[in-house]
């Protein structure tokens, strides 16, 4: 595609900022980039359309050139493209080394291994020490502005990547004693000696010659990325720890290392000079100049703070946002060291009288305000990071800075916050004076009652008259000397303008108990004292929807029967039915049974009529905790943005059982051997409390016949719970898996069924003692059993192994109950019953050191391997 | 210290959209900052759409607040500077520098270096003042002599160009747009060394200075007991020096007469290069004393080329120009004004006008006037139910005037007659206007020997004052009216 006409480029470039990316997306976009850098080399366009397309460049590179190698390959072309510019003044000069800075930094091509970045940094090191560059490549008019131009980009550059210029320090230093460009050589400079400073101390390096060596860096080698590299691109905020972090990065850095007695006079020399020639920077460069020495100095050794003093005087009678700023960033880093008790009250001063400068913008107040509170006091006696009044800002000082009702919101909350905070300190002390900020507080507060009370007032009136209350409850909680009178006004503002219900709902719910529930009170007397049928009534139903609860219940109930005889829409009949359901939730239950008959048989609509009937139903079924579970907020949102959805979902979510985590777990505990069956007993432990536990197990393979639930009241963490016993029925002696369901009720009220890990009943928890024989026919009894087990049974000789304590720890440790016959330590018979109906019988004897032979016999075919494995781990659990 | 993206917006109330992004300008090597200091609370730079529309539902401009919306309207979302967050895709972009001026939006959002979760208290955020200044310069830039919209279009399409010299990217370089534009204008002259950045060129032609210092006083007059009237001067001194030289030093002092009142809050440009301290601590913060410093006040300094703002103070004068009542009563139907206006005996009477505006809020249009006044002629506004009284170039030679009629209204429409939230039932003000030339109440003034030039050639020196009425209120004395804390220090 040849090169398009300028109208068909601005309509492009039109198409492309009226949607950046709808643009791109569409047919054209992915070309944009490359057919951009083509246009810029063609004959035919104008100069004005390049600079337009350059332009979009430096707004958008990311979206031309997505990703880093399509960034080097952009700012290539665009070198190229300022290379073949022909030997006169060209307005495309500049834009062009703008174009290659940004596309290199912002598509993070900027580094030593891309050509484009080798290429553009010599060459604009090149252009700010006004070199020769040699074939005309700068014509003379333009030299000046391509020098500052290529500041400007260094410093970018520099910005992107801290450390790139710390070989140019002697270089940029030396050309702004001589004739280069004041402002971008300051800044500059500024910047590099600030970044190398944080970069050198942090690998413990001191400046060394960096500040006098004049010599190019380049020096015709390749660039220097050493300090870049060490600081691993990390960038660098301007005020590392403001407000005084705990040790900030920037200081812990800067103070890891003291500089040589030269060294710090090079540096002293440097900032003195920065400073010196700084009242011929604008402003705005001059506050930049302040923050970036202000916070590269503090800490550093040698480094008086002092030196900054000269322009301090200065800089305070200015009217200059930037100026007074810096000053106030400089107080933050130097603190004491450079502003004396009194230069810290004149600071206080010009700020408080800039706050209310007439001569200055409103938005300009606003901030200085915010600055008083913020102020960086020597002694700050607050908590760190809270607005306060500082300690000098005495009424005195704020009396021209307090509220009326003449100010516009944003000043008027502003003023506020600060007469609160003198509020607050008055209490503590004496009284006198006079008119006191608490009754000019009361009065002011009326006054924006007063006006959001009009009823063509936009809403913004009513917005700040809550904005402002909930101000002053923050400020001035456990004041009910302001409390209580806000709380009536507020009340006579609802009788005023119920419309208001929508703010009042709101400025209950962000406000403490302290204030809520007494206004809850006083907004429900004013909402049931009236005769339930002006044509306030949706806001009414909207406001006792959120005030209603267990109080007052026969006021309610009768305001609300004569108002349902008014609800005829329904958009009514559902404010009605919302407060119903507030009651119910509050637990009101006598009259509310009457009212919700009547509703579900009165109502127009048949859907408020349903839900009426629910309401009834769920009221007459459920017990009072579930019943305000199953009426509370949903916790699923809903999909709908529908009232009538999200209450389902909310029935849903507390009637319906919930599959959710164990919040129980169960572990077996020693077996008990007494009465006819195995008894498991099992350790129940709770992750939170739980209510109505019940415990429901199977049995995997009817091993044995099925289990009863076991059921727990109520399981606390930390509290411990009995222990649960589940008999066991086995139908043949065998070990089994239980499966563990759980169901429980939360203490939010919702009915949960969880899924345990399963239980293992072990060979051993089966075993069961026989009756003990009579004392001395043990023998004899053990006898009679080992011969009634041949021949339909099994025998067996199992070596079992022996711990350290031998046989008879073994004996006592795990067949104890068993034994019938003993002769310790050496021989023991022991016989077991397995339910339901099989026996074990062991012979234990001539024990050696490390075993010991078992002579064993079943009656049934089957217990034989398991015996055999219990016996065989038997010393392993030893 | 930068700003990652900058926008001029119309305000349009009335169309769907209620604003069109005029301009707006974008820093991609910023954001690229911004992303990495930010971490995991970075919120990219919307698109000028999204950008529009969250704005515009901000700071209350769109045409929908019949409702409650929570996110703009619950009471715990206070904001009490010009600096909001912005709900942009379930995303907060923060902080958002922004404020309507002649309906224009004009927002900025600066980069701030670090992680905004917790957010960083804005006095620890450089580019929040850079922003303000940059938005305030190309207000400045925009207004300054514009006249209508064609104006104001051309030098909005000239901002791309002007913002690739004053900010290159993103970094403020000069507030001062104009400065830029002489740059690109003049972009072949070779500057001489040591040129400050504030100046552009140098001057060539005769020398001369023009001072002009124009006073503007409010009040606020209750006629009350237990409110005590209240007035005050603000004073602006505009300077203009064309004097050769790359950097010509030139002091200025203002001088008060013996009875003059001395001069308070001074703020001053920064090219003046040093203050007395005297100047820099005589504030209305404290209790006035003889001992007031009363000048002269010197000011040093090398001007640049063009017209600036030397100083603005403010001062306390013994008593207020012109003194005054109003009376108003509701009787039944119509509504009873007295109103009775003295000028002070030390003040020049020699306006170039004086009016009594006297607006009636929150009433329908006037249906029936009868009035008698002693001087001057008033005029009726039926339709905005407003009266003008005239008084003209001179008060009667008893200094003292006086109206006294009845006024009676139709029924209200909304659409015609003004709303006002502060004057409802009797609660009302009048508001005086006047201009009076050569004349400053404080009675500071700047003369031949006011100024000292240490460069070549005697420069001829013009100086100019005028008084101007702002903001100048007369409260109805029998309603009660909006106080503020200083009327109640008696």
């Known amino acids: 595609m040849g090169p398009l006409s300028r109208d068909a480029w601005a309509q492009r470039l039109g198409a492309f900022r009226a ?174 000696l600030r970044n190398t400073l944080v970069l050198q101390s942090r690998v413990g390096a001191g400046l060394g010659g960096l500040l006098t060596d004049k010599v190019s860096p380049t020096g015709g080698g390749p660039w220097d990325w050493t300090l870049v590299e060490e600081g691993d691109g990390r960038l660098q905020p301007q005020a590392p720890s403001w407000p005084a972090a705990e040790e900030g990065e920037g200081e812990r850095s800067l103070t890891a290392r003291e500089h040589s007695p030269e060294e710090a006079r090079e540096l002293r020399a440097a900032v003195i000079q920065l400073l010196d020639t700084s009242y011929l920077l604008t402003p705005v460069a001059q506050a930049q100049l302040l923050w970036l020495l202000g916070w590269a100095l503090r800490g550093l050794q040698g480094q008086p703070p002092a030196l900054f003093k000269p322009q301090l005087v200065r800089l305070l009678g200015t009217a200059q946002l930037t100026l007074l700023h810096a000053v106030l960033a400089l107080k933050a880093a130097f603190g004491e060291a450079l502003f004396t008790a009194q230069d810290e009250a004149l600071l206080l001063r010009r700020l408080t009288l800039a706050a209310q400068h007439p001569a200055l913008p409103p938005p300009t107040h606003l901030f200085y305000l915010h600055c008083l509170l913020s102020f960086p006091e020597n002694w700050p006696l607050g908590p760190e990071g809270e607005e306060a009044a500082p300690l000098l800002l005495g009424p005195q000082l704020c009396r021209g800075l307090l509220p009326s009702l003449l100010h516009d919101p944003m000043a008027l909350l502003a003023r506020l916050h600060l007469l609160c ?140 029967q004569a108002a349902a005889a008014h609800c005829m829409n329904w958009d009514l009949q559902q404010g009605l039915l919302r407060v119903c359901r507030a009651l119910l939730r509050a637990g009101v239950r006598g009259g509310l049974v009457d009212l919700l008959q009547v509703l579900a048989r009165q109502l127009e609509d048949p859907d408020g009529r349903d ?268 | 210290m930068a700003q990652r993206a900058v926008w001029l917006i119309s305000h349009e109330p009335g169309t769907p959209l209620c604003g069109t992004v005029r301009f707006s300008r974008r820093y991609p090597t910023v954001e690229k900052r911004a992303r990495v200091f930010n971490g995991a609370s970075y919120v990219p730079i919307p698109e000028d759409g999204p950008f529009l529309k969250a704005l515009l539902f901000e700071l209350r401009l769109l045409d929908d607040d019949k409702d409650f919306v929570e996110s703009r309207d619950s009471c715990s979302r206070i904001n009490k500077t010009s600096i909001y967050g912005l709900l942009i895709g379930g995303e907060e972009l923060w902080p958002v520098v922004a404020f309507l001026k002649n309906d224009i939006i004009y927002a900025c959002v600066p980069l701030v270096e670090q992680t905004l979760s917790p957010r960083p208290p804005l006095i620890s955020v450089s580019g929040v003042s850079q922003g303000f200044e940059f938005l305030f310069g ?111 030093n030139v002091t200025i002092s203002l001088n008060l007469p013996t009875n003059g009142s001395p001069l308070q809050d001074i703020l001053v440009h920064p090219c003046v290069t040093s203050l007395d301290s005297a100047i820099l601590t005589s504030s209305s913060i404290d209790a006035m004393d003889d001992s007031a410093f009363s000048g002269p006040y010197k000011f040093p300094l090398t001007p640049p080329l063009e017209s600036f703002n030397l100083c603005y103070y403010t001062s306390q004068v013994p008593v207020p120009p012109i003194l005054g009542f109003y009376q108003m009563k509701e009787e039944e139907v119509q509504l009873r004004i007295t109103i009775n206006l003295k000028l002070h005996e030390s003040v020049k009477n020699n306006f170039e006008f004086c009016e009594a505006h006297i607006p009636f809020y929150n009433r329908g249009p006037i249906t029936h006037l009868e009035y008698k006044t002693s001087f001057g002629q008033l005029e009726v506004f039926r339709e905005k139910s407003l009266l003008i009284w005239i008084i003209g170039q001179k008060f009667p030679k008893s200094m003292e005037i006086s109206l006294s009629g009845t006024v009676t209204f139709g029924a209200k429409s909304h659409e015609r007659q003004p709303f006002d939230p502060i004057c409802i039932g009797e609660t009302a003000y009048l508001k005086l206007h006047f201009r009076i030339l050569d004349y400053t109440l404080t009675g500071c003034y700047a003369d031949q020997h006011s100024v000292q030039v240490f460069a070549s050639g005697k420069p001829k020196i013009s100086a100019y004052r005028k008084l101007i009425s702002s903001d100048y209120y007369i409260w109805n004395s029998k309603a009660p009216a909006p106080v503020t804390y200083g009327s109640l220090l008696l």
């Open chain 1, 19 to 192: 949607s950046p990316s709808a643009f791109m997306a569409g047919a054209e976009g992915e070309d944009l980039g490359r057919d951009l850098l083509g246009d810029l080399r063609s004959e035919k366009l104008s100069e004005q359309t390049k600079v337009s397309l350059l332009a979009l460049s430096l707004e958008y590179p990311a979206q031309l050139w997505p990703d880093v190698s399509a960034a080097e390959v952009a700012a290539t072309s665009l070198l190229d493209t300022l290379v073949l510019l022909p030997p006169r003044p060209s307005a495309l000069r500049r834009p062009l080394l703008l174009a290659a800075t940004t596309a290199l930094a912002a598509g993070g091509a900027l580094g030593p291994t891309s050509g484009a970045s080798c290429r553009l940094l010599p060459l604009l090191l090149g252009l700010a020490a006004g070199s020769d560059l040699g074939r005309g490549f700068v014509p003379a008019s333009e030299q000046r502005p391509l020098q500052a131009t290529a500041c400007e980009c260094l410093r970018e550059l520099e910005s992107c990547k801290p450390g790139l210029l710390g070989g140019s320090l002697g270089l940029l230093r030396g050309l702004l004693g001589q004739e280069g460009p004041v402002q971008p050589l300051s800044l500059l400079l500024a910047l590099a």
């Open chain 1, 421 to 560: 905070l003198l509020c607050a300190e008055d209490e503590e002390e004496e009284k006198g004076q006079l008119p006191s900020p608490r009754h000019y507080l009361e009065e002011l507060l009326a006054g924006l009652r007063q006006r959001a009370a009009l009823d063509e007032g936009p809403r913004a009136l009513a917005t700040v008259c809550f904005q402002a209350s909930y101000l002053v409850t923050r400020c001035l909680a456990g004041q009910p000397t302001v409390l209580t009178p806000l709380i009536h006004g507020l009340a006579q503002l609802y009788r005023v303008r119920p419309m208001l219900a929508s703010h009042f709902v709101d400025f209950l719910d962000q406000v403490d108990s302290e204030l809520r529930e007494p206004l809850k009170v006083v907004l429900r007397q004013e909402v049931v004292s009236r005769p339930g049928r002006d044509e306030a009534l949706c806001w009414h139903l909207k406001m006792l929807a959120k005030v209603a609860d267990g109080d007052a219940q026969s006021a309610t109930l009768n305001f609300l």
């Open chain 1, 611 to 878: 839900h009426a009937r629910l309401y009834y139903i769920l009221l007459a079924h459920l017990a009072g905790p579930k019943l305000g579970v199953a009426l509370g907020p949903s916790l699923a949102p809903p999909a709908l943005a529908s009232s009538l959805v999200a209450e389902n979902q909310g029935f849903v979510a507390a009637l319906m059982v919930q599959e959710a985590p164990a919040l129980v777990r169960l572990s077996v505990g020693s077996h008990g051997v007494k009465g006819p069956l195995p008894v498991l007993k099992l350790q129940p432990e709770a992750l939170e409390p739980i209510y109505s536990l019940e415990l429901r197990f199977r049995v995997e393979g009817q091993l044995y016949a099925p289990l009863e639930a076991v059921h727990v009241p109520c399981l606390c963490p930390g509290r411990p719970a009995r222990p649960l016993l589940l008999p066991l029925q086995p139908r043949c002696p065998a070990p089994a898996r239980l499966d563990v369901h759980a169901l429980y009720t939360t203490s939010t009220g919702l009915t949960c069924h969880a899924h345990l890990p399963p239980l293992f009943v072990n060979f051993a928890d089966l075993f069961l003692p026989f009756p003990k024989p009579p004392e001395g026919a043990g023998l004899g009894f053990f006898e009679e059993l080992w011969d009634s087990c041949l021949p339909e049974g099994a025998e067996s000789c199992v070596w079992c192994p022996l711990g350290p304590q031998g046989l008879e720890g073994l004996v006592s440790h795990h067949l104890e109950p068993f034994v019938v016959v003993a002769q310790p330590p050496t021989s023991y018979y022991v016989a077991i019953h397995l339910p339901p109906n099989s026996k074990l019988l062991l012979r234990l004897e001539a024990a050696l050191a490390d075993g010991v032979p078992v002579a064993l016999r079943t009656d049934d075919w089957a217990v034989l391997p398991l015996a055999g494995d219990y016996l065989r781990g038997l010393a392993a659990a030893l």
């Open chain 2, 138 to 248: 190309i207000q400045d830039f925009l207004y300054s002599g514009q006249k209508n919209d064609s104006e104001l279009n051309t030098k909005l399409s000239q901002l791309p160009d002007l913002l690739l010299q004053a900010c290159p990217f993103g970094t403020l370089l000069d507030a001062n747009l104009k400065n830029s534009l002489d740059n690109t204008n003049f972009a072949s002259v070779t500057q001489p060394q040591k040129q400050p950045a504030w100046k552009t060129g140098t001057y060539k032609g005769k020398p001369q200075v023009s001072i002009s210092i124009t006073e503007k006083v409010k009040s606020m007059q209750y006629d009350k007991q237990g409110i005590a009237d209240t007035w005050q001067v603000v004073g602006t001194v505009t300077c203009k020096c064309d004097l050769e030289g790359i950097m010509p």
